[in-house]
């Protein structure tokens, strides 16, 4: 059978093209919502994937906050236990200093003088008592002047008074005690040559 075009062919061509048009653009609309979905998909994974890092990293810097403040609760412990040392380190070292002061005291005292109290602060001594007069004082002033372990004796009050009913000059004095002494150095042996 014979096909008879009645049509005009520009009419069917343009007809045509028009049809191709639509295919072609529902094709790239579908092939646009392909590539959007896929850029959604794995935009979606690496925020998923970021999300898990930082989860993580909040994990971590939290265990680790966690360690810092243990250190630091150690750090705090140590600091104490030093402090506690250094402080039985200072009384070891003054331990038999009380001793000492009391015996050079008792050395230095001279008859006729009496003491009531004995207060230390640091490396002063604070001395109050009663003597039968000032020039005995003075002798004990002289006395604590003398010894290696006090220095600086300073009279800080004498006033008269009346003890047992006998007339007694009442005082206050203030002595140091002599920071301890390293040992000398020990002279070599061997003479004056040197070693040869």
């Known amino acids: 059978m014979i ?22 653009a529902g094709a790239m609309v579908v ?3 392909l590539i ?15 999300d898990a890092r930082n989860a993580f990293l909040k994990a971590e810097i939290a265990r680790i906050d966690q360690e810092i403040a243990e250190i630091r609760r150690l750090r705090e412990q140590i600091d104490a236990m030093l402090a506690r040392k250094q402080v039985i ?11 000492h002061l009391f015996n050079e005291l008792a050395l230095s005292l001279p008859e006729g003088v009496y003491l009531k109290s004995v207060k230390q602060g640091g490396r002063r001594v604070t001395l109050a008592g009663f003597a039968q007069s000032n020039a005995r004082v003075s002798h004990l002033m002289r006395n604590l002047d003398a010894s ?16 047992e009913n006998r007339r007694v000059s009442e005082f206050t004095l203030g002595i ?4 301890p002494q390293a040992e000398a150095p020990e002279p070599p042996r061997g003479g004056k040559g040197g070693a040869k």
Not at 90 to 97: C, I, M, P, Y
Not at 176 to 179: C, E, N, Q, Y
């Open 89 to 99: 380190e200072a009384l070891q070292s003054t331990r038999a200093e009380t001793v």
């Open 176 to 179: 140091g005690i002599a920071p």
């Open 31 to 33: 092939l646009g919502a």
């Open 36 to 50: 959007g979905l896929l850029v959604h998909v794995l935009y979606d994974l690496r925020v998923e994937r970021q």
């Open 3 to 24: 096909r008879l075009n009645l049509l005009p062919h520009r009419i069917e061509k343009r007809r045509q093209r028009r049809q191709q048009f639509y295919l072609l």
């Open 148 to 163: 290696a372990f006090l220095e600086q004796p300073v009279l800080i009050e004498t006033k008269a008074a009346t003890e």
